[in-house]
Every structure is written in C-alpha cells, then in structure tokens.
C-alpha cells in the first residue's frame, strides 16, 4: 500500500475532498463461476445498494462483504475519510505465486469485471453529493489493525486467506500444496486463532507475525478444525 498511502498523504492533482468514492481493482484475473466479491462495503452506507443495482442492471453476480477493509489500497483512503472498495476476484493456490501465470488468466471474467466497473464508475460521476464515511467502517477489520509495514517478510507459512472472513483469527481458503502449512495438516476451511501463544486477531497480525520468523523457524499454531480447535506445529521456509 506503499504508493496509495503517499498519493492519500499527498493528493495532487486531484484534492480528496472531491473523491466521492475509491474502486481499487486488486486480483481480478480469476472470475469463474463465483460472483465478484465487493471487500470493504461497509465503508459507505451506500456502497451495498451501488452494487446490488450494478447486479441488477448487468445481470453479473456480486458479494458484499462489510469487512476486509485492510486487505488493499482502499484501506489508505478509508483512514483520510474517503469511502473505498476492492474489486475481487478471490484467492487461489497460485496467489501471490511464481506460478500465476498469464495463461491462467480469464478473459471472459475481465470482461464481466469490467463492464461491472464501468456500470458502478458510472453511477459515481453521476452522483452531486459526497459518499459519508460509515461508522462500520471503523469496524470492518474484524481486530485488524494496519500490518506493520517496516521490515520484510523473509518465510513462506502456505495458506492463502480468505479475505471474505469477518471475524477474529484467519479462516484458510486454500494451501499451497507441499508448503509447511500442508505438511503441517492444515486444510482449507480452518482458521488460525493463535500462534506461538499470541492470539491472530486478523489479516494484519497475522501478516506482522510473519515478518518476525526467520526461515527453518517452527511456531506451535492453535487451529480450530472441524469445530474443535487442535495444536499444530508449522517449521516455515524461505519465501
């Protein structure tokens, strides 16, 4: 969020007091069969009735999902009082990954993307009056603060998130397979809830956790699995 936070703390040439709202298009290469998740809605209160009108005129199925306010650059507008959305097309196993590559890529979805974009942007420079900054949005982290920017995540641990997860710890979409997570018996659908005995609050605890474990590091990790919540242990590698 490096870039979008300086444009927010520098807005030139555009003042954000003329922003009505901020769509910030982050990983929209994999639409398939799922409907378009809208992350952060519950940063407006209008923000749901834009897109269910933009289902409704398109035909093109959506999700609005209150939370994962901190997932991308909206999150740098939000904190100046600017409402903001990420378009999102969901995790998979090649998030993040060398291995996402172009051919992996759907078209047909971009093009669903795209025209469902083009119907909201449109409603936005047709509004006069200013999006309000919701209440909720203050809430949308689920215990999420900002992550801790400084220093470099140095391990690969093997999950990818799921962003839609509104609650505390992080619930796992997806795991790369042979990654220390899969080798360690997690599986999709379980959700972290501590590691190394301090409690992952969200996305942005998590992701700090991270940055202090150096390669070959092992942490005991509590997931709750199944509906019980089990110890694990997870030695993470180079990333």
């Known amino acids: 969020m490096q870039g979008s936070r300086y444009y927010a703390e520098h807005p030139r040439p555009a003042p954000l007091e003329g922003i009505v709202g901020v ?8 639409l398939e069969d799922q409907p378009i998740s809208v992350l952060a809605t519950g940063s ?33 507008f939000i904190d100046r009082g600017v409402p903001g959305v990420q378009i999102f097309t969901g995790a998979h196993g ?5 291995s996402d590559t172009p051919d992996k890529v759907s078209a047909d979805g971009m093009v669903k993307v795209a025209t469902f974009v083009k119907e909201a942007t449109g409603y936005l420079i047709q509004r006069e009056e200013p999006m309000v900054l919701s209440g909720g949005a203050a809430a949308t982290g689920s215990g999420n603060r900002p992550a801790n920017t400084e220093g470099q995540r140095r391990v690969s641990f093997g999950t990818v998130p799921d962003f839609a997860h509104n609650a505390d710890g992080v ?18 659908g379980d959700i972290l809830l501590e590691m190394k005995g301090e409690k992952v609050a ?23 699995h ?3 919540t089990i110890s694990v242990t997870v030695s993470v590698t180079s990333r």
């Open 171 to 188: 619930r796992v979409d997806s795991v790369v397979p042979g990654s220390p997570a899969e080798q360690a018996g997690i599986q999709a």
């Open 23 to 30: 769509i910030n298009l982050d990983s929209v290469g994999r």
């Open 94 to 98: 090649d998030y993040h990954r060398a």
């Open 226 to 228: 199944d509906g019980q």
């Open 44 to 76: 407006a209160m209008e923000w749901p009735f834009v897109f269910r009108g933009v289902t409704a005129v398109t035909g093109i199925p959506s999700e609005n999902i209150a939370g994962a306010a901190e997932s991308s650059d909206q999150k740098s």
């Open 202 to 224: 969200g996305l942005a605890a998590f992701s700090d956790f991270l940055k202090t474990l150096a390669p070959g590091d092992t942490v005991t990790v509590k997931v709750r």
